[in-house]
């Protein structure tokens, strides 16, 4: 059974930074790639970053890009998003899932192929 976890969430000033984790359990595919996604009230499910998980090689939406950095360490089976220089509108919860069966070339900046997603963390950024 696949399970994601997410962690780090919180209050943080404009300007600040947060880091959030995702723990990954029962993954068994070796070709898998993980994502971020963020949900504000009121508004659809967005993309924020993914990252293959063999290569390493990485995505960010171009809201957080220079400012939003994905990253994995594969011997804890985490993947991380470091966010900096926080703006309110960054306020949402935060959603980590994961691609079981990722081949190259796939877009990873839709929910298509996510099949397991973590419970959410709440980031808020006050002005």
């Known amino acids: 059974q696949v399970q994601l976890a997410e962690s780090g969430g919180g209050l943080v000033q404009a300007g600040g930074s947060l880091r959030l984790s995702c723990g990954a359990s029962g993954l068994t595919s070796t070709t898998y790639a993980m994502g971020w996604f963020r949900q504000s009230p009121g508004k659809e499910r967005e993309f924020v970053a993914s990252i293959n998980w063999s290569g390493g090689s990485t995505y960010d939406a171009d809201s957080v890009k220079g400012r939003f950095i994905i990253s994995r360490d594969t011997a804890k089976n985490t993947v991380y998003v470091q966010m900096n220089s926080l703006k309110p509108e960054d306020t949402a919860v935060y959603y980590c899932?994961?691609?079981?069966?990722?081949?190259?070339?796939?877009?990873?900046?839709?929910?298509?192929?996510?099949?397991?997603w973590g419970q959410g963390a709440q980031v808020t950024v006050s002005s």
């Open positions: 899932a994961a691609n079981p069966a990722y081949y190259r070339g796939q877009i990873l900046y839709t929910e298509t192929g996510y099949a397991y």
